[in-house]
């Protein structure tokens, strides 16, 4: 690989401008728009784009299964896993006993203020719109005789199995999306891309022969000048 184009990925994976990225790299910004296009469809650009990637998800674990862990945290918390209230007021829980998924639920705790030095208040992040996320995501939500969003009967509240089921089907459909979109790249990119490198690497090496013989010139002016 070019030592511009392995510039130009490490560009493009700061904020994920193609067009940015090629005029950092040093591209003309009138062409930066087609040459950001060109390379991002060369086979050994994408493999180093996606070892990058790859590298930046393991060093950050921002990951598809990660966001729909956090999903579920907040669609199936338990608020008496947080506190416990009464006629006497609201008790939190030790965060010191609280689980990770937990916490994670949590988007506001408050102690003290107007009712009193020890009044204790808990607030959670949207469980309706976690579990909103989660349905339209894993298909849970379908039309059927209980109407457009009618809840099939595996996640009836009769059955205890409901949250498991749903969990399996996530796993499920995050496999089977990532397989899926695989393909349908790699089907669509494999014919192009050579004759894109073909194009690309003759428009480059021109350029690059230009600004050669641009730079000898200056030289050669430079010097008899001097």
């Known amino acids: 690989m070019r030592e511009r184009h392995r510039r130009f990925v490490l560009e493009y994976i700061i904020d994920l ?112 719109a976690a579990l909103d996320a989660l349905g339209r995501f894993t298909g849970v939500f379908t039309r059927g005789k209980g109407g457009r969003n009618a809840v099939p009967d595996y996640a009836s509240p009769e059955n205890r199995d409901w949250r498991d089921e749903l969990r399996r089907r996530i796993q499920k459909m995050i496999e089977q999306k990532a397989a899926a979109l695989a393909e349908v790249l790699a089907a669509r990119k494999i014919a192009a891309m050579k004759e894109l490198e073909r194009k690309a690497e003759g428009e480059e090496e021109k350029e690059e022969e230009a600004a050669g013989e641009k730079a000898a010139e200056e030289t050669a002016e430079k010097s008899g000048a001097g």
């Open 17 to 128: 401008n193609g067009r940015a990225a090629a005029e950092r790299t040093g591209y003309a910004p009138g062409k930066a728009g087609a040459r950001a296009w060109e390379l991002l469809h060369r086979a050994d650009v994408q493999e180093m784009l996606q070892a990058e990637l790859k590298a930046r998800e393991e060093r950050t674990r921002v990951t598809g299964d990660r966001v729909i862990h956090e999903y579920a945290c907040i669609a199936f918390i338990d608020p008496s896993r947080i506190a416990s209230w009464g006629p006497e007021g609201v008790t939190l829980v030790s965060s010191e006993r609280m689980s990770a998924d937990d916490k994670a639920a949590v988007k506001r705790i408050s102690v003290g203020g107007r009712k009193g030095a020890r009044a204790q208040r808990f607030e959670l992040h949207d469980k309706l």
